[in-house]
């Protein structure tokens, strides 16, 4: 076991495409393999103690994608969340898992009953508070700064009371800590337009793995890595 245990996880789960070519399956299937593997992971979270989640489902940049891959990923998101609603509902089982999901990102962008979905599953786990998931569905970093901005600018406050404390609650993942851990697997090294601002001064760790082959023995190394870590926030 470690001492010390993240509060805040920030999931890249990248790869999926390339695991499905490896494998010689068509891309949607490493698609669906990969957001079964993020419901395994974050159950996996929960259980060691992690409070928050934030895990990138689909970025803007993402709608530049061909039209029948945007099209299955919408589809793939609203059926996994409707699914999980309905077990929600009817499984005792599963209410215990104490889950809260949040979708985070252009909602509005979203096909109407992709939004209707997240409705739904906001209003039935939102108090939920074993582990709260943010979902970044066609979000962005810098699409998260410039909306702070631009709805500061909207309410009209003075520049001199704008501080780092009061813009942080103009950014889609207010009321929630800064991510502690990053984890991003499929062996690339970056950030990706990815919670810029929250991630200042978050640890950063990849692993080479596809994220579809990530395991729940990879996130407990993730997890040691953490702990050995010395966190000095520029101090």
Same mark, same amino acid.
């Given at each position: 076991?470690?001492?010390? $245990?993240?509060?805040? $996880?920030?999931?890249?789960?990248? /790869? ?11 891309? !949607?299937? =490493? ?25 990138? =489902? ?23 969340? $409707? ?7 009817? &499984?005792?089982? @599963?209410?215990?898992?104490? %889950?809260?999901?949040?979708?985070? /990102? ?14 739904? +599953? ?15 569905? &066609? @979000? ?12 500061? %600018? ?7 009371? %704008?501080?780092?404390?009061? *813009?942080?609650? @103009? !950014?889609?993942?207010?009321? +929630? ?9 499929? =062996? ?16 950063? @760790? *990849? ?15 993730? !997890? ?12």
């Amino acid at each position: 076991m470690t001492d010390k $245990i993240p509060q805040h $996880i920030v999931l890249f789960p990248d /790869g999926n495409r390339r695991w499905a070519k490896q494998k010689g399956l068509h891309t !949607l299937e =490493g698609h669906k393999k990969g957001y079964e593997n993020l419901l395994d992971f974050s159950r996996w979270c929960k259980n060691r103690g992690v409070k928050v989640l934030t895990a990138f =489902g689909f970025s803007t940049e993402n709608w530049n994608r061909t039209e029948e891959e945007v099209s299955y990923l919408m589809k793939l998101l609203e059926t996994g969340l $409707i699914n999980n609603f309905e077990k929600y509902q009817n &499984s005792e089982e @599963y209410k215990k898992e104490g %889950i809260g999901v949040r979708v985070i /990102g252009q909602k509005e962008r979203l096909p109407k009953s992709l939004q209707e979905a997240i409705e739904r +599953v906001e209003e039935a786990t939102k108090n939920n508070d074993k582990l709260f998931l943010n979902l970044a569905i &066609s @979000y962005g970093g810098r699409w998260d700064i410039l909306n702070a901005v631009k709805n500061i %600018i909207k309410e009209g406050i003075d520049p001199e009371k %704008i501080d780092e404390k009061l *813009f942080e609650t @103009y !950014l889609s993942t207010a009321g +929630v800590p800064v991510p502690d851990l990053i984890i991003r697997a499929g =062996g690339e090294m970056r950030m990706s337009n990815f919670v810029l601002w929250q991630g200042a001064y978050s640890e950063l @760790y *990849f692993c080479p793995k596809l994220w579809p082959d990530f395991t729940e023995q990879d996130l407990d190394a993730a !997890l040691v890595e953490f702990d050995r870590r010395a966190r000095r926030f520029g101090k």
